[in-house]
């Protein structure tokens, strides 16, 4: 069958127009103009995409579109030869807070799959490159470097945690072991051997002791050990020289060398911010966190308590809190009479950080010293786990926010990242460095990182390399080199989101499609609107129909198909005034063709920026 080369539209009714029939050539750009209220976004958006989604949804099984409800038919008779339709409009993406231009663009996708493939470990203690082995490797490395030698091979059991870890001793123990290494030190395996409970340990499984010489049997059993080692021990071990007490540490996967922090073999995920394997655990990946301010939860230390002066807790009333705040002061010696200014230091730490304590104290009414005590879990920390909590009311968290300061991760320092996520290099960079350049320059970092990676490496890179540096051209090609990566995507306006929906439609390489925008041109200079255009020509050519809803003179100019709606706003337009290409257009004498020809002018809304797409000329 041939392809339809119109879009037939047959008696259009919605809103202001007026029973309307047209073709809309395939394949092509076109341009729906007209004045502000004439009806093109009623025939652009309200019935063409309206009609593209509601054919859409009735492709789901019945059971899906229970869910998603149908969706009214637009008032028109008939829609012919339409394509699936996506509508690109001047609406921000994503208004989540984990949302990026990275993410929404899959970019970040790439470049995380690129840093776990080629990027090169260095360890965040000492900065040193990670050495990752195969046993085999190790094997011959501890025959080189140990020759002559008696050594300890140990597995890592528990690394700096608090425990007595009897039953664990007892368990190494049945599985046939003698020795295991705590805190340093090599001891039997006892019966009730244990360690203290309050302080933390390091403990290591001695896995063999054995001479290193290059002889079969002892590669053999060496080899055993290796294995036994990584295996106890999740693919880490040690070896300790008899006449030293210094390990030296070996990993299948990536180890300091020196001071033997390992790294779990990298996935994409550990380069998520929203994956718990790569986000900053301090900020769960947002990059910013709330704290709580103690200046906003006393802000005025001429107040006493009682005159509330601890604003959350307000004015003194006959509750809970208030008997423990006078429990506080009984044992810290104010009232909570006396301004805040003059409560002694260890009493506000208490009142805002918790702390419990029982006493005694003389009552002088009963002339004998009474019991006393308090456990208050602390003002600032009530409102911390309360901004914390999960399950808790939007008005709750918004008094939570009234005291606190949303700052910077401290730890990532905004980067949304673990410590070990940015000590992955590709080219000297971590992937924070990199998304925190703008595209540009990104791009020519992207595009010069062949000549900066190993042999090896590039052939697993190559083709992630690629598709970044399409992604990127992209972006550029619309005119956003300034962005970069990082910029959360709730910030950007909405002609920023528009375009970047536009290079990502691009980037999709879908045909076949009818693509719906309004305006994109708003807010763009000149020099970027020809490459807005240009990317707009590049989705026809490649096989897609582009519906623009637009009144910028260039695009019109350059567009292959023009139609002109009105003659004015609301019950006065809803009618085509005429339609064709742009030089048959120049000809007539409509007011469009006279602003084509640049004999009038047509007012602009001067916040053309942040227009409704209803209320633009
Ligand atoms: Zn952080």
Redesign the pocket.
């Known amino acids: 069958m041939k392809a339809e080369q119109h879009i037939e539209v047959l008696g259009a009714r919605v809103h202001n127009l007026k029973d309307i029939d047209l073709k809309i050539p395939r394949n092509k750009l076109v341009v729906i103009t007209g004045l502000s209220g004439s009806g093109k976004s009623s025939l652009a958006f309200d019935t063409i995409y309206a009609e593209g989604q509601r054919r859409y949804i009735e492709t789901f099984s019945a059971y899906a579109r229970q869910f998603l409800g149908n969706l009214e038919r637009p008032d028109v008779d008939k829609i012919e030869g339409l394509s699936p339709v996506i509508a690109i409009e001047q609406k921000t993406t994503s208004r989540s807070p984990r949302s990026t231009v990275g993410t929404i663009t899959e970019i970040y996708d790439f470049l995380r799959l690129l840093f776990a493939r080629a990027g090169t470990a260095y360890s965040y203690k000492t900065g040193e490159k990670m050495v990752s082995y195969t046993d085999e490797q190790i094997l011959n490395k501890i025959l080189d470097d140990f020759k002559g030698k008696s050594v300890n091979i140990l597995a890592p059991k528990i690394r700096s945690r608090k425990g007595h870890y009897r039953e664990l001793f007892e368990q190494i123990g049945k599985q046939g072991f003698v020795k295991v290494r705590i805190d340093g030190e090599i001891k039997d395996i006892v019966k009730g051997l244990k360690v203290d409970r309050y302080k933390t340990h390091d403990i290591e499984i001695v896995v063999d002791r054995l001479r290193i010489e290059d002889k079969t049997s002892v590669r053999r059993r060496l080899f055993d050990s290796i294995k036994t080692a990584m295996k106890l021990g999740q693919n880490t071990m040690l070896l300790i020289p008899k006449d030293q007490t210094t390990p030296v540490y070996f990993s299948r996967e990536l180890m300091c060398p020196t001071t033997g922090i390992a790294y779990p073999k990298p996935e994409p995920n550990s380069f998520s911010f929203n994956s718990p394997k790569g986000a900053?655990?301090?900020?769960?990946?947002?990059?910013q966190?709330y704290v709580v301010n103690p200046d906003k939860i006393i802000p005025n230390k001429n107040l006493s308590v009682n005159q509330g002066g601890i604003e959350p807790h307000g004015k003194s009333k006959k509750n809970w809190v208030f008997k423990q705040l006078k429990e506080i002061a009984l044992h810290h010696g104010f009232k909570l009479t006396d301004p805040i200014k003059d409560i002694p230091q260890e009493a506000i730490e208490v009142i805002l950080y918790g702390g419990k304590a029982s006493f005694k104290h003389y009552n002088e009414t009963m002339k004998m010293d009474i019991e006393h005590r308090y456990d208050f879990e602390g003002v600032a920390n009530f409102i911390e786990k309360t901004y914390h909590a999960k399950q808790i009311s939007t008005s709750l968290k918004r008094w939570a926010k009234k005291y606190m300061d949303h700052i910077l991760?401290?730890?990532?320092?905004?980067?949304?990242l673990k410590k070990m996520a940015l000590h992955f290099k590709v080219d000297n960079y971590n992937i924070s460095e990199l998304v925190d350049k703008d595209i540009l320059a990104l791009f020519d970092i992207i595009k010069d990182l062949p000549n900066h990676l190993s042999a090896s490496k590039l052939k697993i890179a190559d083709e992630i390399i690629k598709e970044i540096k399409t992604r990127l051209q992209f972006l550029i090609d619309v005119g956003l080199t300034y962005l970069n990566l990082n910029r959360g995507s709730k910030t950007l306006s909405g002609g920023e989101a528009q375009r970047i929906r536009i290079a990502t439609q691009i980037g999709s390489q879908l045909v076949g499609v009818l693509y719906i925008l309004d305006e994109p041109s708003i807010g763009l200079h000149q020099r970027d609107n020809e490459k807005l255009t240009n990317s707009l020509k590049y989705l026809r050519d490649i096989g897609n129909s582009i519906i623009v809803v637009e009144h910028d003179k260039d695009m019109m100019i350059s567009a292959d198909h023009i139609i002109d709606i009105g003659p004015f706003a609301g019950k006065n337009g809803g009618e085509i005034i005429s339609q064709g290409p742009p030089n048959e257009i120049l000809k007539q004498h409509t007011e469009t063709a006279q602003y084509l020809n640049g004999k009038k002018e047509i007012e602009v809304p001067k916040n053309a920026g942040e227009v409704m797409p209803s209320i633009y000329i």
Do not use: E
Not at 280 to 287: A, E, I, Q, R
């Open positions: 900053c655990p301090d900020c769960n990946g947002l990059g966190k991760c401290p730890s990532c320092k905004g980067s949304r």
